[in-house]
């Protein structure tokens, strides 16, 4: 999806980030995390590594199992891995000139890539290393730099580590306006007393004691504005974000049940606002 070099500066509550792989998502947590995600991009909880088609919503064509992005690069890294893989010589290779120029433009023109789904869907299907390809430049895309945020928060409970991977999906995990660290930087300017709370877990933002949970929600206020409100041009094409606030509705659905930690099984919102369980693989 939202694909942005990461890069900290949040100096107001979070020093740079150190480079080791965070402690936060994993293990169970991490798969139903996966899984619930998986449901805003595709509809259900599986992986579909195969999907691909063109949203109209300025990034190109979005495929895999996170909504990789020709016009916002990701789907560029994915294929760079793949040709690792293969030596560089598969069926991506005649394309690769002019999806460098597109991942390096940030357009969405599918001009000289029509074909790009048939092959998207066909190595998903035949070749299990454009799926580990694909599950390489998940984790180290969003699932690390958003866990990075996570930890440098304090965050304790699965449902918030999970919500900033999420976001970071949909937003990217840069500093941008719209992206996952400058939506933390709002976040975090909005608190200048303690807000305490009753989850049991208590961060520090701007020398304040905040309650984690208290923290999540005004989060998701600040995300719910920005998928409304986008500040980037280039994310408010044919108003999309506006029409998925149900990722955030389903996030609060799970905070109202006050399931906080993820071991087993949780419930959250389909994107049709009907509740269902996601359990742990």
């Not at 893989?85 to 394309?95: E, R």
């Not at 304090?154 to 919500?163: D, E, N, P, Y």
């Not at 984690?212 to 986008?230: C, G, S």
């Not at 930690?261 to 389909?270: A, E």
Request: net charge negative; with cysteine.
């Amino acid at each position: 999806m939202a694909y942005t070099k990461y890069i900290v500066s949040l100096t107001v509550a979070i020093p740079l980030l150190a480079t080791t792989v965070s402690a936060g998502l994993s293990g169970c947590a991490k798969d139903i995390a996966l899984q619930i995600t998986n449901i805003y991009e595709n509809g259900d909880t599986k992986f579909h590594y195969d999907y691909c088609e063109n949203l109209h919503d300025g990034r190109g064509f979005t495929a895999g199992i996170v909504g990789f992005c020709t016009g916002t690069s990701d789907g560029w890294e994915v294929i760079k891995v793949y040709h690792k893989l293969t030596g560089g010589n598969d069926d991506f290779s005649p394309l690769d000139k002019r999806l460098e120029q597109l991942a390096e433009s940030g357009s969405d023109s599918t001009s000289g890539i029509q074909n790009y789904c048939k092959i998207w869907e066909n190595l998903a299907k035949t070749d299990s290393r454009f799926r580990q390809a694909q599950d390489t430049i998940r984790d180290e895309t969003y699932i690390d730099p958003s866990q990075k945020y996570a930890d440098k928060l304090g965050l304790k409970f699965s449902i918030s580590q999970a919500q900033l991977y999420d976001t970071g999906v949909q937003h990217g995990t840069g500093n941008d306006a719209d992206g996952l660290g400058g939506l933390i930087k709002r976040t975090n300017n909005k608190f200048r007393s303690d807000a305490p709370g009753d989850s049991g877990s208590t961060l520090d933002i701007n020398g304040h004691k905040v309650d984690e949970i208290v923290w999540l929600n005004k989060f998701l206020d600040v995300r719910t504005d920005d998928l409304k409100h986008p500040r980037e041009e280039e994310n408010r094409g044919g108003n999309y974000w506006a029409q998925t606030v149900y990722r955030v509705k389903s996030y609060r659905y799970a905070i109202d049940k006050k399931q906080y930690n993820w071991n087993g099984s949780v419930q959250v919102l389909d994107n049709d606002g009907k509740p269902t369980t996601v359990r742990c693989n």
